[in-house]
């Protein structure tokens, strides 16, 4: 009786039948580093805050008036949404982390649900992604021609800065799980044969 081949979640590893399932270590990593950077990012930007001090001249008086003024994430919808996407990749890469650490991927099922999650949650990340990133253009910008808003990392430099971080690392939770993808469709792939 000929044992078969069956490769593993990161369809680079098998095993044959009647030896234990090889690990899905790069798998594993990739989903760790997922919780990792969307936890970093949804704290870093739903805490992102900034109270600055504004000069302010009346045009018609030359008066010059100062303003305490907050500067906040969460009153921005493109940031708003961007930490309630990467909070849901949270807790959705937990589960999976679990879920691939508990079934090791080994059933076709298995491995097929985590692939389309993984793949949701890439669409999930790239769209919190780019509207925070739009959010943050216009902060570093401004839009005057259009709007008429003016720049504000000038005087809320420490704000941007917090915001473009978690910004950067949603964008390498994003990098994880389009490996992931990939990792899923080469794996999904091998197994077709």
């Known amino acids: 009786m000929e044992s078969q081949f069956r490769p593993g979640f990161d369809g680079t590893q098998g095993y044959n039948e009647g030896s234990p399932p090889s690990t899905n270590l790069p798998g594993y990593i ?6 990792v950077f969307t936890l970093i990012s949804t ?3 739903g805490a992102a805050k900034e109270i600055v001090t504004l000069l302010i001249r009346d045009p018609l008086t030359n008066e010059t008036t100062t303003l305490m003024a907050t500067v906040k994430s969460t ?3 493109g940031y708003v949404y961007f930490v309630i996407v990467n909070a849901v990749v949270l807790f959705c890469s937990v589960i999976e ?5 508990a ?4 059933s076709g099922g298995t491995l097929f649900a ?16 780019g509207a925070a990133t739009a959010i943050s253009v216009v902060a570093e910008n401004g839009q005057e021609n259009l709007a008429g808003w003016d720049r504000i ?9 917090r915001v473009n971080a978690a910004i950067a690392m949603s964008m390498l939770a994003s990098v994880a799980y389009l490996l ?4 899923g469709m080469i794996a999904l792939r091998r197994r077709s044969y």
């Open 43 to 45: 704290v870093v930007m």
């Open 180 to 183: 992931l993808v990939l990792l």
């Open 97 to 101: 982390l679990v879920i691939s650490i």
């Open 75 to 77: 009153y921005s919808a």
């Open 30 to 35: 990739l989903r760790f580093l997922a919780v």
């Open 153 to 161: 990392c000038d005087t809320a430099s420490k704000f941007c800065a």
């Open 114 to 129: 985590l692939s389309v999650a993984d793949l949701v949650m890439l669409v999930l990340l790239f769209s919190g992604n």
């Open 103 to 106: 079934k090791r991927a080994g």
